[in-house]
């Protein structure tokens, strides 16, 4: 896909979710995207690796939850993969602070070229488990916003992301379609681990019928010490 056939799409998909696009970004998405194309022949990032599946699914996907952000907020982009959401979140809007966090050295890599080559700034990558990284006193409950998209279920998700969000910030789970039996699973997890829903929006990626949920937790309380539990416990024995 040339540049011309790249700025076209974008523009078609942005129209379509009151977003838009200067040519520097314009410019810095095609290289994210022609450079996570080159190295997925390396390493595993994404079975996604058509350009035009790129833009909606990665790129547009991404870019649904910036109007959840406060200006100038700090946010945690949680098991980021190939950094999605965090990356066109950074490009798209330069006010938020990033911290990218990924338990997989060889995508830590990859984040720093992208990083380095589109001359990002305030946005810095950290290789750590989840639950490490929750149970670091310079990251516990320190982020005014923490996401994640396609990790784990509810419950397990939020023993992730509840703990290194600040009282008073927001978790903003990025879910697919069929979400209703996770939310009432969740719901006491949620609870013990200091959140509250506080609400959820439901929508369509444009010019398709992919489904998506954005779920939206608020943190009211401190999360209890003992959370997160060690690593690999939450997901193989999520909270009831």
């Keep these: 896909m040339n540049i011309d056939e790249f700025k076209e799409l974008m523009n078609l998909y942005a129209k379509k979710n009151n977003l838009l696009f200067n040519n520097k970004q314009i410019n810095q998405f095609y290289e994210y995207m022609n450079l996570l194309i080159e190295w997925n022949k390396k390493i595993n990032l994404t079975a996604i690796i058509e350009p035009e599946e790129i833009i909606l699914k990665h790129f547009i996907d991404s870019l649904t939850i910036s109007k959840y952000i406060k200006e100038n907020a700090n946010l945690a982009d949680v098991g980021t993969g190939a950094g999605f959401p965090g990356i066109p979140l950074k490009i798209y809007r330069t006010d938020i602070n990033i911290t990218l966090v990924d338990s997989l050295n060889k995508r830590i890599n990859f984040l ?8 990002l700034e305030d946005i810095q990558t950290i290789h750590s488990r989840i639950e490490d990284f929750g ?8 982020y005014d916003y923490v996401t994640a998209r396609a990790v784990a279920n509810l419950s397990t998700l939020s023993e992730y992301l509840i703990p290194i969000t600040k009282i008073g910030g927001q978790c903003i789970c990025m879910k697919g379609n069929d979400i209703n039996e996770e939310i009432n699973k969740s ?8 959140g509250k829903i506080e609400k959820i929006d ?22 209890p010490n003992k959370y997160p539990r060690k690593a690999g416990i939450p997901s193989k024995e999520p909270l009831k």
């Design 202 to 223: 439901k929508f369509t990626l444009p010019n398709s019928d992919i489904g998506r949920n954005i779920i939206i937790i608020n943190k009211i309380k401190n999360t």
């Design 187 to 194: 719901q006491n997890a949620i609870n013990i681990l200091g």
């Design 135 to 142: 149970k670091n006193r310079k990251h516990r409950e320190n």
């Design 112 to 119: 720093n070229e992208i990083i380095e080559q589109l001359k």
